[in-house]
């Protein structure tokens, strides 16, 4: 489909080189070399770094915005490390994953992707006791992709039950890990856990 | 090496999935005689899921400026957490005014800049060093290795220790030990899916599934890592990855401590290889 040119957004570039890791992203000349070597596209062909910020460049918000190739991003900075323009290729998409976080929150666009539930879900735990508490993130993240507490505990088990049991059998989580028979189980809190909490008022209040 | 002391920053992962590479680790320090103490009421890193550079700054801030007090470098096992830890300490390091923001939400993260975060390769590597490393084997491993780094050893470039396509410190150590490197070197630093475990599984296992058969057609009896998300990809859901794909690797997967700390004549059960979940009893058995 052609580009209808007065629906583009020519300030979306400077809103993504305002944020932290975007500041470079009109140094890209197009060369491709992110997405030749991008082991995500290797598994998806359609999945095209270089597009994505071709589009942000040409201003094509709402459409960079709502791609739901954003999310499948492996964050593995590949594409970062051979880029022969340095645009920091990883922290720009994260840019862009930002933006769209804040338009779907102000219910602007949908998210056609669980992964902003899981960051958040990961988050929270982070957020709450100051370490990751894997079953609180899996027992928030699960109910919410499923859209109910039901349809969550079973996709949970779908995914982790062959998990869980391997992780209790090899002592890992459960009372056959020594020490408290609840290691793992219950989350590991650290004792300033008023810090966490300011840290993520003052960021996400930004 | 370094004269300062050692907080040793474990990362989330130590407390549950990844045991055996805080165990063996810790039980290989020790065997180095190595004066480390655990960073003090650590904080999680933010690892992959914190997108927010000023969430990521925020949260490690608070770790070096604990280990900064003690007059300690960090040292930790885990790759993101290198990253976050590596790239938070450049960025403050340059960056007056942003060190200025991140002290004012609490004065617990009033970071000077005088921590070098380490990750435990590059410690071993280049700090304690191959020959005094050398003169403390006692044990040959000989084990055909398949040597995988992952992500965040040799990029991004910033933070990076290491050959961005081709690193070679793990294979060094792999070498010192009586191993065998396996031909793999196409594979060394390709993602092993880890973040899309939770959100994209079908992508996160075709990922996986490619380093686990090039390992497997290399000839390797093991994978060696040194990522705990690496580790819970390409070990604990192993058995889920085989089921889904309907293929059998059953390709032990051990961390690089664990492998060392054998050479150096630590009990495997001290090295927490009865923890990985697929069996290492084969690799235990090529010790001499």
């Known amino acids: 489909m052609p580009i209808k040119t007065w629906e583009l957004d ?5 809103e993504i080189m305002n944020e932290p890791g975007g500041e470079h992203l009109t ?6 070399t992110c997405t030749l070597g991008c082991p995500i596209t290797e598994i998806v062909p359609s999945y095209n770094p ?6 942000s460049l040409l201003g094509m918000r709402n459409e960079v915005l709502s791609n739901p190739d954003l999310w499948i991003c492996a964050i593995c900075q590949t594409c970062t490390a051979r880029c022969p323009q340095d645009v920091v290729v990883g922290d720009v998409l994260a840019v862009i994953r930002r933006i769209a976080e804040k338009e779907e929150e102000a219910g602007n666009i949908k998210i056609d992707s669980p992964r902003p539930l899981f960051e958040k879900a990961f988050l929270h735990t982070v957020e709450k006791y100051g370490r990751l508490y894997d079953i609180g993130l899996a027992m928030e993240y699960y109910p919410k992709r499923e859209g109910s507490f039901i349809k969550g505990q079973k996709a949970m088990m779908k995914d982790y039950m062959g998990f869980g049991m391997r992780m209790f059998f090899k002592g890992k989580m459960g009372p056959l890990g020594g020490g408290s028979p609840l290691k793992g189980m219950l989350p590991s809190k650290i004792k300033k856990k008023e ?3 300011k840290i993520f008022e003052k960021v996400e209040g930004k | 090496m370094s004269e300062k002391k050692l907080a040793y920053y474990p990362g989330c992962p130590s407390e549950t999935t990844a045991k055996e590479q805080d165990i063996s680790t810790k039980a290989v320090f020790d065997k180095l005689g190595v004066d480390w103490a655990e960073l003090e009421d650590w904080n999680c890193c933010g690892a992959a ?3 927010d550079p000023r969430l990521v700054y925020a949260l490690n801030a608070r770790n070096l400026a604990i280990a900064e007090k003690d007059n300690r470098d960090i040292v930790t096992p885990c790759s993101i957490c290198y990253y ?3 790239r938070t300490d450049k960025a403050l390091r340059a960056d007056e005014k942003l060190r200025a923001e991140i002290k004012e939400i609490d004065a617990s993260l009033d970071y000077n800049g005088t921590v070098t975060p380490k990750h435990v390769i590059d410690f071993l590597v280049n700090d304690i060093g191959m020959d005094e490393l050398k ?4 044990k040959k491993v000989e084990v055909k290795v398949a040597p995988y780094y992952g992500c965040y050893i040799g990029r991004p470039p910033e933070t990076a220790f290491d050959d961005p396509d081709d690193p070679v410190s793990m294979d060094r150590l792999i070498e010192l030990i009586g191993g065998e490197n396996v031909q793999f070197s196409y594979m060394k630093t390709k993602c092993c899916g880890g973040p899309l475990m939770m959100t994209r599984a079908d992508i996160a296992f075709e990922m996986a599934r490619k380093i686990l058969e090039s390992a497997k057609n290399a000839g390797a009896d093991c994978i060696a890592l040194a990522c705990p998300l690496c580790g819970m990809m390409l070990d604990a859901k192993q058995p889920d990855i085989e089921k889904a794909l309907d293929i059998k690797f059953e390709m032990p997967i051990v961390y690089i401590t664990q492998l060392l700390g054998l050479a150096l004549g630590i009990e495997p059960n001290k090295l927490g290889l009865n923890k990985n979940v697929v069996d290492t009893k084969e690799i235990v058995g090529k010790v001499v």
């Open chain 1, 10 to 14: 020519p300030n979306f570039r400077n």
């Open chain 2, 84 to 86: 976050n830890l590596a």
């Open chain 2, 49 to 51: 899921e914190a997108e």
């Open chain 1, 50 to 55: 270089r597009k994505i910020i071709q589009m």
């Open chain 1, 195 to 197: 810090v966490m909490k």
């Open chain 2, 135 to 138: 003169s403390k084997i006692v």
């Open chain 1, 27 to 32: 140094a890209c000349f197009q060369c491709s």
